[in-house]
């Protein structure tokens, strides 16, 4: 088989890089681990920057989007039992985010692909990248038993953080940065009114809680747990009364429980591979790079990484011009590192940490403090969270 662009991994990276570049004419092939019933069936992140949403648009896919998502023009943070309300919009002159899970941007995208006769072979095995340090790389796989050779000029390593790309790369061509966080969180899934129309991050003592929602129906609850807990000792019962004790009473009394459909335990990392270009393999998303959820920033960088790399393709294939190919890289990480401070900084500002010595557990109170005190704390936070342009 031949390609204009192999693309490894059909998560949110894979497809919208696949759309944008079929939509203008370039060949794409998506060669996918897992099956398509897998990869729709994982719960994740839904808070959808603008800049977001025109990438999903310009894919041909916003219908839906616009639809059923939900506009959130702010967010409450509470600390023990007060609230304090950030005025997204009116901190940012005028901006939102838009509440839409990203199952739900996966499954448009897939239907987008299939309407649009993209090609996408799921339950490809042992994927391997080969001489891509050359003009002809090449990608083998088994596809129904079969082995199966793909001839590109480009491979987009769009394969998540446990893929093949990245591991393909000689280990002294990379360099890593990583951060493991002393706790997970426990999420669960329930089809019961959200208890507030806004997303509630939650600082208190017993630790972080987060207040979410899918519709207004279905509500995304999250507690921080301790990294070693097993699922199983969280009952439903276990899970309500934690959540009600980490909110303010007033929230609490009036949120409504039921039973959790979805529960599951997350860690929480911040890792950055340098540099996303290795010959002509680009890494696109969390194959190259991971934040911890606070802030909910892991697709939207997925989404302005297939931005910069979709502009250098579409200058290299349509235009004869590699210059912004050539500064994928840079561009890319430039807004990754930003986006991976202020997940850190929102992380580190609103859990307990079990390792934190007396004195950072007071800067963090005094951090905390500060941005719920400070108009321009508060725009920095806004800003940050509605989506640094680009
Ligand atoms: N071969 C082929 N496909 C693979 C391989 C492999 N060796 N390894 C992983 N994959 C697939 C996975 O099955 C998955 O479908 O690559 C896809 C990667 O998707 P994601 O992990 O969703 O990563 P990405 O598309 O970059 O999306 C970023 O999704 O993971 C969240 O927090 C993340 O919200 C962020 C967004
Ligand atoms: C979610 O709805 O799953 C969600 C929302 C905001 C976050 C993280 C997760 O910061």
Known sequence: MTTQVCIIGAGP??????????????????????????VL??????????????????????????????VHEGFAITRDDDIHRIDLTGLTGGKWVTVYGQTEVTRDLVDRRAETGGVTHYEADGVALHEFDSVKPYVTCRIGGEEVRIDCRFIAGC???HGASRRSVPEDAIRTFEKVYPFGWLGILSDVPPVSHELIYASHSRGFALCSMRSRSRSRYYIQCNAGDSIDAWSDDRFWTELRRRLPPGIAESMVTGPSFEKSIAPLRSFVAEPMRFGNL??????AHIVPPTGAKGLNLAASDVHYLFEGLRGHFLERDNHLLDTYSSRALDRVWKAVRFSWWMTTMLHRFPDQSPFEARIMESELAYTLGSEAAQTALAENYVGLPY
């Open 41 to 70: 069936s994982r719960v994740r992140a839904g808070v959808l920057e603008q800049g977001t949403m025109r990438m999903l648009v310009t894919a041909g896919i916003g219908g839906r989007m616009h639809a059923q998502g939900l």
């Open 159 to 161: 394969d998540g953080f």
């Open 282 to 287: 680009f890494l696109v998303g969390d194959a």
């Open 13 to 38: 990276s894979g497809l919208l890089l696949g759309q944008l570049l079929h939509d203008i004419g370039v060949e794409t092939l998506i060669l996918e681990r897992a099956s398509l019933d897998h």
